[in-house]
């Protein structure tokens, strides 16, 4: 079955430290990745994806992300980070072979950025 | 920047109820998608829809669940009978081509008492 795995409920970090959330994955196929994020009261905003390429995957607001194949991870990384960025983070998956584009979700990570 | 929207922000219905909730995705996207978040949950996938007609639906979308494309523009998700177990936030995305991601509407927040 597919999943994702957000091992961490919630990540507490200081302001200006680097940030690091995590996630890993299992798919049939080979995987488009995702993260989204949710601040609150709001919707689901996309941050960055991996379709193939180089690994390091660089999005919005200076967030940036590694597909690490042979861990099966896509963990989510930010080397400053602002108390801006304290939100719902969301990584999702979707298997290449599904041609209907269902996103398989994990169950979000919380990040706080104390000043 | 074009977005997806939803109406309305928050609807209460009592149990039983009828609701629509209704979803304008971005003009010139072609695949449309409806998921939930039951409070303090993850992200659930309920349904998506393409070319007029539903393409993929979930074990929760049951046939208390329907799903329409009324006008071109709009698109909307129909629970005939809510339960409370419905209560949950209740996103539409839409995506314009095959390798795109999807871009969501900030929800509506259905609480069902």
């Known amino acids: 079955a597919q999943s994702v795995a957000q091992p961490e409920d919630q990540v507490n970090v200081a302001e200006g430290n680097p940030l690091t959330v995590k996630c890993t994955y299992s798919?049939?196929?080979?995987?488009?990745l995702f993260w989204y994020v949710q601040y609150p009261n709001r919707g689901l905003q996309f941050l960055l994806k991996?379709?193939?390429?180089d690994n390091l995957v660089k999005g919005s607001y200076g967030f940036e992300a590694e597909f690490n194949k042979s861990q099966t991870s896509f963990h989510l990384k930010k080397p400053s980070a602002l108390v801006s960025d304290s939100a719902l983070y969301f990584c999702?998956?979707?298997?290449?072979?599904?041609?209907?584009?269902?996103?398989?979700w994990g169950a979000g990570t919380k990040l706080i950025i104390k000043p | 920047e074009p977005e997806v929207t939803q109406t309305p922000s928050h609807q209460v219905t009592q149990m039983g109820q009828e609701v629509i909730l209704r979803c304008v995705p971005i003009?010139?996207?072609?695949?449309f998608y409806w998921y939930r978040q039951i409070l303090g949950q993850k992200v659930e996938f309920l349904v998506s829809?393409?070319?007029?007609?539903?393409?993929?639906k979930s074990e929760i979308f049951d046939d208390q669940f329907s799903v329409e494309r009324p006008d071109g523009s709009n698109f909307t998700l129909k629970i005939r009978s809510t339960k409370l177990e419905d209560s949950a936030m209740y996103f539409c995305?839409?995506?314009?081509?095959?390798?795109?991601?999807?871009?969501f509407g900030p929800g509506t927040r259905l609480t069902v008492t």
């Open positions: 003009s010139n996207h072609l695949y």
């Open positions: 829809f393409y070319n007029n007609e539903i393409s993929e």
């Open positions: 995305a839409s995506r314009p081509g095959p390798t795109s991601e999807q871009y």
């Open positions: 798919v049939s196929g080979n995987p488009y």
């Open positions: 999702a998956v979707r298997d290449r072979g599904d041609s209907n584009y269902q996103l398989i």
């Open positions: 991996y379709i193939t390429g």
